[in-house]
């Protein structure tokens, strides 16, 4: 059974940073893409930030470009989010996501297959 678990979100105040992590089980994503979505209250869930399976390509919304960094461990089989000067509007539920897909990072929903529960991030002002 494949597991995404989310960990480190929580309460900042705005300008302020948090790193989520996603750590799998039941399968290795080594080969595969990675990728972060959140959905705030009443809106879709948005893509954030994607990377390919070695880590060489990543790719963000514009939102958070310039502010946001994502990396992952293949050895640990971990993807983190690193999220800087942090803004009330990034306040929602951050999903990770997995992909059976190999070729690059992904931005559509439907190009994963796995995904976490969630974790909360709120940024107050």
């Known amino acids: 059974q494949v597991q995404l678990v989310e960990s480190g979100g929580g309460l900042v105040q705005a300008g302020g940073s948090l790193r989520l992590s996603c750590a799998a089980s039941g399968r290795t994503f080594n080969r595969y893409a990675m990728g972060w979505f959140r959905q705030a209250p009443g809106k879709e869930r948005e893509f954030v930030a994607g990377?390919?399976?070695?880590?060489?390509?990543?790719y963000y919304a514009d939102s958070v470009r310039g502010r946001f960094t994502i990396s992952r461990d293949n050895a640990k089989n971990t993807v983190n989010l690193q999220m800087n000067t942090l803004k009330p509007e990034d306040t929602a539920t951050y999903y990770c996501?997995?992909?059976?897909?190999?070729?690059?990072?992904?931005?559509?929903?439907?190009?994963?297959?796995?995904w976490g529960q969630g974790t909360q991030v709120t940024v107050s002002s």
């Open positions: 996501a997995g992909s059976n897909l190999s070729g690059s990072y992904y931005t559509r929903h439907d190009e994963y297959d796995y």
């Open positions: 990377i390919n399976w070695d880590g060489a390509n990543t």
